[in-house]
């Protein structure tokens, strides 16, 4: 999420949206980068994890308790609005995205992040939510194609359509954590890199993801979109 931001420009300066605060950890990325951050979310806890975040890295991010589908800026007050993991929690995405179009710059970017509806993470979370024991509560998926449908149908261009694969990928996660409540024995979460295969699956990952079928083999996708107006900025 951050990168796809970091490619829109320059952030020096830059207003930024994360709507859903979540741990605070991309806002704190941006802050950085040199972006002016707001988070927004209806949970102070959540909040509360970006403050510290925040200090805890010696920047500023502001932090706005408020509803993601009418919030309490006025229109045309950033320069990019995003969020992750948040979309697919509302069976009626529209009045959030609408308001997210409303609170942006012409010309300014949305950048939306979801679940790909063609992974076994998600089978593995549908059969889950049908027998009520996800632990996010109801929410659904996206293909790219039905993500990238629906910010246009809202009057966005799309200007760029990601995936990203999980590193180490879920076979990892899974083993490490079965290992742990079998045995107590602890893997390291990110394991040491065996040259010659890391090599070989970056370089694989590296080509296929410049593919437009990679976009449904990937656990997340996103998309960056622009709204209409405005001086058009170059991505970099």
Request: with cysteine; proline share 6%; charged share 20%.
């Amino acid at each position: 999420m951050v990168r796809e931001i970091a490619g829109l420009g320059d952030l020096q300066g830059r207003r930024v949206l994360e709507v859903g605060a979540g741990t605070g950890r991309d806002a704190v990325a941006l802050a950085r980068a040199g972006a002016e951050v707001l988070t927004l979310d209806y949970v102070p806890g959540s909040l509360g994890l970006t403050l510290k975040a925040a200090d805890a890295s010696d920047v500023s991010v502001a932090a706005v308790c408020g509803d993601g589908t009418s919030s309490p800026f006025a229109d045309g007050t950033f320069d990019v609005v995003f969020h992750q993991g948040l979309l697919e929690h509302f069976r009626d995405p529209g009045p959030m995205l609408r308001d997210n179009i409303r609170i942006l710059k012409p010309g300014g970017h949305l950048v939306v992040d979801v679940p790909q509806t063609y992974h076994y993470y998600t089978l593995g979370k549908m059969m889950l939510i049908a027998v009520g024991k996800w632990f996010a509560g109801w929410e659904t998926q996206f293909t790219i194609a039905e993500l990238e449908k629906l910010v246009r149908a809202e009057g966005l261009e799309v200007t760029r359509s990601y995936g990203d694969w999980m590193v180490p990928g879920l076979w990892y996660r899974g083993l490490r954590k079965l290992l742990l409540t079998r045995t107590g024995k602890k893997l390291p979460m990110f394991p040491e890199p065996i040259p010659p295969l890391a090599r070989l699956g970056a370089a694989w990952r590296r080509a296929f993801g410049k593919t437009r079928l990679s976009l449904y083999t990937t656990p997340t996708i996103g998309v960056v979109a622009r709204k209409p107006g405005g001086a058009s900025q170059p991505e970099a």
